[in-house]
């Protein structure tokens, strides 16, 4: 268990790390982007509702690939090598529940002070 | 009447993709501050402004909604 | 379909609403699956020819569904309507069941 996070020691290898979590996340983000916009397709009746959605379903194909293109040019996505990813997704895992473990956020996180909000 | 409004089903298909597409923009705006590769961050503004472009179609859409009870 | 069961049934009338109803059902999980396929394509190539068999599909799902509403099966913007079509279907094929056993 790590307890200290600004200890240099345990940054080691952080920046890819956190790439690929995140570029992960905006995989993730893309593909139910596709998947929800293709059955809202399937229920449009109207012409200019099937346009847009149409439109909007090959823009998010196109993103999507984008993103998986450089995933997989920056290393951080392997689909071809599956033994090199499963390493990586554990190593990743394991990191993350590290991290989640910690105590990152302690005591009180409402600012609500610190923000101008006006009584209603 | 048909060109007027849309029908119920599609209105609430556009209604949950219009909230889909704020939080994944919202989601990717937030990531271009913590990653540190370049050509990603490029990429996640590359969404963030066709998000942009979508929503406001979207949005478009809905104001053709149906009154419904 | 039997002679013989569209008669008890009078289904005749309602033989081409049911296969039109498969169609739009079937055309609507292609468009899903072909979209879900995509995501999951890696080699360029297969994506491609998906992509463009997937327009194929969406065009069928806009003919069958114009088809639909234009012979008065699906009436995607009125409810009351669609409830009444949709309740006589049913009856239909409780009566059908019922026929059979």
Redesign the interface.
């Given at each position: 268990m790590i307890n200290d996070y600004l200890e240099i020691r345990n940054a080691e290898g952080m920046?890819k790390l956190?790439?690929g979590t995140?570029?992960l996340?905006?995989l993730l983000?893309?593909?139910?982007?596709?998947?929800?916009?293709?059955?809202?397709?399937?229920?449009?009746?109207?012409p200019?509702?099937?346009k847009?959605?149409?439109k909007?379903?090959?823009?998010a194909?196109y993103?999507?690939?984008?993103?998986?293109k450089?995933m997989v040019r920056?290393r951080w996505f392997h689909?071809?090598d599956l033994d090199k990813q499963f390493q990586i997704d554990m190593e990743a895992s394991k990191t993350a529940v590290q991290i989640a473990s910690m105590d990152l956020f302690p005591g009180d996180t409402s600012r609500i002070g610190t923000f101008a909000t006006p009584e209603k | 009447m048909?060109e007027q409004y849309?029908?119920p089903?599609?209105t609430m298909?556009?209604h949950?993709?219009l909230n889909?597409?704020t939080i994944?923009m919202t989601?990717?705006k937030m990531?271009e501050g913590?990653?540190?590769?370049q050509?990603?961050k490029a990429?996640?503004e590359?969404?963030v402004q066709?998000s942009i472009k979508?929503i406001e179609?979207?949005q478009r859409?809905l104001n053709k909604a149906p009154k419904l009870r | 379909m039997n002679t013989l069961i569209e008669n008890i049934t009078g289904l005749k009338k309602l033989n081409d609403q049911v296969i039109a109803t498969d169609f739009l059902i079937a055309?609507?999980s292609v468009?899903?699956n072909?979209?879900?396929a995509?995501?999951e394509a890696?080699n360029p190539e297969v994506?491609l020819v998906l992509?463009n068999q997937l327009k194929d599909v969406?065009a069928t799902?806009?003919v069958i569904?114009d088809y639909m509403?234009k012979k008065g099966y699906y009436h995607?913007?009125d409810l009351k309507e669609q409830y009444k079509v949709d309740m006589k279907v049913t009856e239909t094929t409780l009566k059908l069941a019922e026929k059979v056993m």
């Amino acid at each position: 268990m790590i307890n200290d996070y600004l200890e240099i020691r345990n940054a080691e290898g952080m920046p890819k790390l956190v790439d690929g979590t995140m570029s992960l996340g905006f995989l993730l983000n893309a593909k139910s982007g596709v998947r929800n916009c293709a059955i809202a397709l399937t229920e449009a009746t109207t012409p200019e509702v099937r346009k847009v959605l149409q439109k909007e379903l090959y823009d998010a194909f196109y993103i999507h690939e984008e993103i998986y293109k450089l995933m997989v040019r920056k290393r951080w996505f392997h689909p071809i090598d599956l033994d090199k990813q499963f390493q990586i997704d554990m190593e990743a895992s394991k990191t993350a529940v590290q991290i989640a473990s910690m105590d990152l956020f302690p005591g009180d996180t409402s600012r609500i002070g610190t923000f101008a909000t006006p009584e209603k | 009447m048909r060109e007027q409004y849309l029908a119920p089903n599609e209105t609430m298909q556009i209604h949950e993709l219009l909230n889909l597409k704020t939080i994944c923009m919202t989601t990717s705006k937030m990531m271009e501050g913590v990653v540190f590769d370049q050509d990603l961050k490029a990429l996640l503004e590359k969404d963030v402004q066709q998000s942009i472009k979508s929503i406001e179609n979207l949005q478009r859409l809905l104001n053709k909604a149906p009154k419904l009870r | 379909m039997n002679t013989l069961i569209e008669n008890i049934t009078g289904l005749k009338k309602l033989n081409d609403q049911v296969i039109a109803t498969d169609f739009l059902i079937a055309a609507k999980s292609v468009v899903i699956n072909y979209s879900i396929a995509i995501t999951e394509a890696y080699n360029p190539e297969v994506r491609l020819v998906l992509k463009n068999q997937l327009k194929d599909v969406i065009a069928t799902h806009e003919v069958i569904s114009d088809y639909m509403i234009k012979k008065g099966y699906y009436h995607a913007y009125d409810l009351k309507e669609q409830y009444k079509v949709d309740m006589k279907v049913t009856e239909t094929t409780l009566k059908l069941a019922e026929k059979v056993m």
